[in-house]
């Protein structure tokens, strides 16, 4: 991810990128939610309290990572729950942050032009950790993913001298609104937990 700034959508902003096109002007209190889904923005920013968040290049590993995971988490996946990546999930009025992966409820879909989804439909968050989120995905967003009640949520982190993806498991304590580690993957990510899950993550090599 690139850096964040605060903006909304006007049409004689006078601001302009190398191509000709607008910046969106920065309000003084940020942008909302339902500002955030009416500008025309790069692919995959993020709104995080009321900042835009820009994505910058991603290494081969998060490209792979994010598919390996996508695919072992659909092997199993019970009719009642689907699953989907970069996908913006509305957290609050000024939080929609775009996780790499998630689970969310079948009954959420609804239709193919859909951009979002309710943080009351998702079940499982996953973030891939690149250089320029660390900070976001190991503190921010799992913060924000918890207070807004989402069950679980995995931080994939790339280890090892074959760097290979590493996942680290958060189930929510409801009292305390924070999440509790349940495990770290290396080799296997065998859960039972949003439902039966077992991906062989070695075989992020064969990609």
Known sequence: MGGTMTAEGLPESPHRQSDGSKWP????????????????LPPHTELIDGGLVFVGPQRDFHTLAMYLLEQGLRQHVPNSL????????????????????????AEAIKGRRQTRYDAADVLLAVEVVSPDSEDRDRDTKPHKYAAAGIQHYWLVEMTGENDRPM?????????????????????????????????????????
């Open 25 to 40: 002007v920065p309000p003084a209190d940020g942008c909302t939610v339902d500002e955030f889904f009416t500008l025309d």
């Open 82 to 105: 689907r699953v989907r990546r970069e996908m913006a999930i509305v957290l609050g009025k000024r939080n929609a942050p775009e996780p790499d992966v998630v689970v969310v409820k």
């Open 167 to 207: 996942v680290i498991t958060y189930e929510l304590d409801p009292v305390n609104k924070a999440y509790v580690s349940t495990g770290v993957h290396h080799d296997r990510l065998k859960l039972s937990a949003p439902y039966d899950i077992d991906i062989d993550l070695t075989a992020i090599d064969e990609l």
